[in-house]
């Protein structure tokens, strides 16, 4: 049988484990942006719609009502999330990509700690 | 075009109740009065609307768009490398070019149809299908893109392009060129009807990216009212929350600077373990 020591280790690897996964997902999609910024459209267009798909999945995980986050925490996540999104709705010349970067930026640094 | 293949948000069929399992075929085509007093029952499937359920379908919206943008672009680039096509092909078309310049020009043309078909190759989004990639532009069969949490599906249709839209792979004179450009014994020329295909596209993707923004507006409200709503009926945290505009770029800066401050106190990351295909790890397989 385990003791509680060891499962707290395994327990707390798990989770850090997942949390540097996630900004690694974060970091991906900033890799992307940012090398592609001087791509052609094609590039940057996939760019951003992987940029899109990782909000709207934080968008669903803070909305989630069993998400462990405090609530706070999960408010400004969802408000960052939102406008992130519309961000990106707009038409690609209009969008400021370096406050999207940013934004996006500081959500990676956060789960890298 | 995007085609509801399925129905919107109130399953239209009634379906039996596992307690009916046992029941015969004949005996689930018989209606509501029909059975009643029977031990097998009728019932409207449970629906689903929670906002976990939404944020799948918001999930495989987003990645409907990010194939549908990524065709977009793709037919850009198609666009402007066929008008060079007609360029170089009317230069081609003359006789009296010499030697070196038709073989100049040859070589631009095959530059030029190579580009053609890495756009087409390009425009695959990896992000819509476990890693795999959709291409709307070349795929020869559709996709669907879930709609609402009842699992109602529109489809995503491709327009199944010949990965070179039928080009010659040379063009070895001036009458081929002529032929490229006007075609052959009255028939429409090979490359009228590649511009014909990738504006057709350009329109058709024109429409379906404006109706999955419309699609994902919806499924985030409905998100929304449903995480509200259990909110609600869990005495849980208020969701009178607004997307901030877009004025307020440096106020939303400042607030994900707090997430992060918030976020390197957290163990834990965004998800939770048993969000299987909803968590950011199960992106970009």
């Known amino acids: 049988m385990r003791s509680p020591l060891d499962l707290y280790r395994t327990t707390r690897l798990l989770a850090s484990n997942t949390k540097a996964l996630e900004a690694q997902v974060f970091r991906r999609v900033l890799f992307q942006l940012e090398t592609t910024a001087k791509a052609p459209e094609l590039e940057q267009a996939k760019a951003r719609a992987d940029l899109r798909l990782v909000w709207v999945t934080v968008l669903g995980l803070v909305t989630d009502p069993d998400n462990h986050l405090s609530l706070v925490l999960q408010k400004n996540l969802e408000q960052l999330a939102q406008a992130v999104i519309a961000e990106l709705d707009l038409p690609a010349a209009e969008q400021d990509r370096d406050w999207l970067i940013q934004v996006t930026t500081q959500i990676a640094e956060g789960l890298e700690a | ?285």
């Open chain 2, 1 to 285: 075009m995007i085609n509801n293949v399925t129905s919107g948000f109130i399953p239209s069929t009634p379906t039996l109740t596992p307690a009916s399992t046992g029941a015969s075929s004949t005996q689930a085509n018989t209606s509501t009065t029909e059975s009643s007093g029977k031990k097998a029952e009728l019932e409207f499937r449970a629906g689903r609307n929670s906002a976990k359920d939404y944020s799948a379908v918001q999930q495989s919206i987003a990645k409907g768009k990010g194939a549908v943008e990524s065709a977009q672009a793709a037919t850009g680039d198609i666009k402007e490398s066929l008008l060079k096509v007609r360029e170089v092909a009317t230069k081609l078309a003359d006789d009296s070019l010499d030697a070196p310049e038709r073989e100049k020009l040859q070589k631009e043309y095959s530059s030029l149809r190579s580009g053609i078909e890495k756009s087409l190759e390009g425009a695959s989004y990896k992000g819509a299908d476990g890693g795999k990639g959709l291409n709307l532009l070349t795929d020869k069969d559709s996709t669907k893109v879930t709609i609402n949490s009842y699992g109602s599906q529109s489809e995503l249709a491709s327009s199944k392009l010949d990965k070179s839209l039928g080009l010659p792979e040379k063009i070895g004179s001036a009458a081929e060129a002529r032929e490229l450009l006007k075609g052959k014994e009255g028939k429409t020329s090979v490359l009228a009807s590649a511009e014909k295909s990738v504006n057709e596209s350009s329109e058709r993707l024109a429409k379906e990216d404006k109706k999955l923004k419309a699609q994902l507006e919806t499924a985030t409200a409905v998100s929304k009212a449903a995480s509200s709503l259990e909110a609600e009926r869990t005495g849980g945290r208020s969701s009178a929350r607004q997307a901030p505009d877009e004025q307020s770029r440096a106020a939303l800066l400042k607030q994900a600077e707090e997430s992060r401050q918030q976020l390197k106190q957290q163990a834990m990351g965004l998800g939770n373990k048993d969000q299987g295909a909803r968590s950011l790890l199960s992106l970009f397989g």
